[in-house]
């Protein structure tokens, strides 16, 4: 089944929120997933469900509850969440943004090394930010905290 | 480009253009020894590297590579290091960037 068999309007979301924003509006992903790690960079999102939790356990943060589409992704999943979950908000919003498939296997290769970086950073003490093509950055910090920085400007496709 | 990221700031990805020329192995051996311990870095090829100084951000280092089990890309992977306090580094990992690669050493 396609992960957008169904078509949902897109006016809805209000142009918030990213990619992944309008997927944790819906109720049918409103439960845990991850991206595959080996996802196929020529399609845009997870290929399917994992078994890493997030979306059904990271605290959205104040005022927006999980039965309610955050207006914003990067305000429910920022600061502080696990360095994994940050990675993969980052990578579903860079492939969101990617526009052909070198940019999108880019998008990949950031997210294997947000994961490395946040172990690094873990076993190293030092701090790692990764900086994936559409300009979001993850900072990874030593003592386990987290932000996300969605791209303000993403890269469009030259003309 | 403003690159404040919350509870961390960073140097540009770009070079400024204060090269260092003298004082700066130790500092360049240090973040490449940091580098090789990541894990995804054994498939990494490190290319040009540049080393900078300045008022703000101390020594920079900066180093371009390429992803060895990857197509050939046409964006720059990039590496930052640089001093933050009490004598620590921190690294930046920037991949797929429309950057302009690094010169060579002259």
């Known amino acids: 089944m396609g992960l957008f068999d169904d078509y949902v309007d897109p006016q809805q979301f209000n142009g918030g929120g990213g990619l992944l924003g309008r997927l944790l509006a819906l109720p049918q992903f409103q439960r845990s997933f991850s991206p595959d790690a080996s996802f196929n960079s020529t399609s845009v999102g997870p290929q399917t469900p994992g078994n890493a939790v997030y979306a059904g356990s990271v605290d959205p943060g104040p005022g927006a509850g999980l039965d309610q589409a955050p207006t914003n992704v990067a305000d429910a999943a920022n600061d502080n969440h696990p360095a994994d979950a940050q990675c993969t908000t980052a990578s579903y919003d860079c492939l969101s943004n990617s526009y052909d498939n070198d940019y999108a296997q880019a ?37 386990g905290t987290s932000q996300y920085i969605p791209s303000r400007n993403p890269p469009k496709q030259p003309r | 480009m403003d690159n404040h990221a919350e509870g961390l700031e960073s140097p540009p990805l770009e070079p400024e253009g204060n090269v260092e020329t003298s004082d700066d192995t130790d500092f360049a051996e240090k973040c490449v020894a940091l ?10 090829q490190l290319g040009r590297s540049l080393i900078e100084r300045n ?10 590579f390429s992803i060895l089990d990857s197509e050939p890309q046409f964006r720059v992977n990039r590496i930052v290091c640089w001093e933050i306090p009490a004598g620590k580094i921190a690294i930046e990992i920037a991949i797929g960037q429309g950057l302009t690669p690094l010169p060579a050493a002259s």
């Open chain 1, 107 to 143: 998008c990949r290769k950031a997210y294997l090394a947000c994961r490395a970086g946040g172990s690094f950073a873990l076993s190293s003490g030092i701090p790692v930010i990764t900086n994936f093509p559409d300009g979001g950055r993850v900072v990874l910090h030593p003592d």
């Open chain 2, 35 to 44: 580098v090789k311990t990541f894990d995804v870095a054994r498939n990494w």
């Open chain 2, 55 to 64: 008022e703000k951000w101390g020594l920079v280092w900066r180093a371009d």
